[in-house]
């Protein structure tokens, strides 16, 4: 049996039809096949539904009694438009203001960045002139040895770091605190989308970072698993930086951090209560250049530590490697999925009565209610304003994630060579 539509529209294509059986093997292979790279996916989906059900650990009285002293790092490049926005938060924190300082990496600054902080007397500026200008990674690795330099009686306790487009709440270093208290030596905090109603671009990053940090990174933290640092709003234990220091290469400095640190058999623990408001790309161009950056990262970082990863040597515990190496492996697999998918999708519409197609169609609408169903909750549960979002935004995130996609398929043979500098321009508190 052939499915041909007629033998005149067969004889106009330049392809011959596969028989309907060889249809069906092809399938069925290609079908396999695909179910590799499936795995990633099912896998974080697992340990996003059962981390749901778990209960969460919230630190308990004793780890009140500590007082940490926190050096807060801010990296700023030409930001005197967003950076007074962050200061003002830290100045306001309800956190003892003899235990923390702010240290304001002013990066190769030609407006008047250093000068804003050289008018705050809770504020040191490191002006820094020469170096590269690859990224984030040089500028904590010069900051810190200048800061550790000058901290002789080793007063730090923990270094925390904003990017200059921030906001942090006011209970952010307490709850920061608690959770250093509580035993663990590197803390992200909870990162949420700032200005989050200003652009249907925004409003994407909006809906992806509560998706993030509460579908990946907060299930993550009740199961005792590692989660990934996001770049800001996050703390390190003095004592790991002061021996250590800062050794990144990458342009996902944050990401490969973290291996780093996973790889030494330490956990990046998770921080839901200790809120920072990033403020997002608003324009199309910009959000491209961003996730090419990201996924180019990722591609690095996987490169570095693939092998790590795999090793038995490493002191990791085996769920801990695994889960790590999924979460690396999600970018590309989740093209190589879909590329599978299609082809998929072409042999079974041009061979095989539309019947055959309903499986991978009943497959695709419960993925897209899973997707919605949990943009919904992370918004909610994060406390977004869903109204102020709209329909449009939520019913076209989709796009957004096909556009990750696409600037992964396209860094996996073409990645970002340069750091792309984001300007920032704060029209307001970037959480309102």
Known sequence: M??????????????????FHKAIDVVLVITIIQMIPMLVMAWSAVVALYGGTKKRIIPGPECMKKTNHFAV??????????LPYLLHSIEKQNYPKDKYHVYLMADHCTDGTAAIGQNLDFVTVYEREDGPTNGKGDVLKWGLEKIFSEDTNHEIDAIAVFDADNVAK???LWEMNLKLNDGNQIVQGNRLGGQPYRSIVTKWYTIYWAAYTTCFSYVREKLGLSVFLTGTG??????????????????????????QNIEKGRRVA??????????QPYQ?????????????????????????????KNPIRKAQRWDTLMLLLMGPCSWISAVISLINAWIMLWNLPLIYSLP?????LVGTIALYLGILFSTGFNQIRRRRIGVIPFLTFPFFLLVYMLCSVKTCFFPTKKWKTIKHEALDAPQD
Request: aromatic content about 16%; charged content about 25%; some cysteine.
């Open 360 to 364: 991978a169609a009943l497959f695709g």
């Open 284 to 312: 199309v161009g910009v959000m491209f250049n961003q996730l090419a950056r990201w996924t180019t990262g990722g591609y690095q970082v996987l490169n570095r530590h693939f092998k790590g990863m795999i090793s038995k």
């Open 73 to 82: 790092i801010v990296c700023a490049h030409n930001e005197e438009t967003s």
């Open 170 to 172: 006011e209970d952010f």
């Open 270 to 279: 998770f921080c839901y209560d200790a809120v920072c408001y990033d403020e």
């Open 234 to 259: 996050f703390a390190v234990d003095a004592l790991i930086l002061r021996q250590e220091g800062w050794h990144t290469e990458t342009i996902t400095e944050d990401v490969e951090f973290s291996i």
């Open 2 to 19: 052939e499915w041909i539509r007629s033998p005149e529209e067969k004889d106009g294509y330049m392809f011959d039809f596969m028989s």
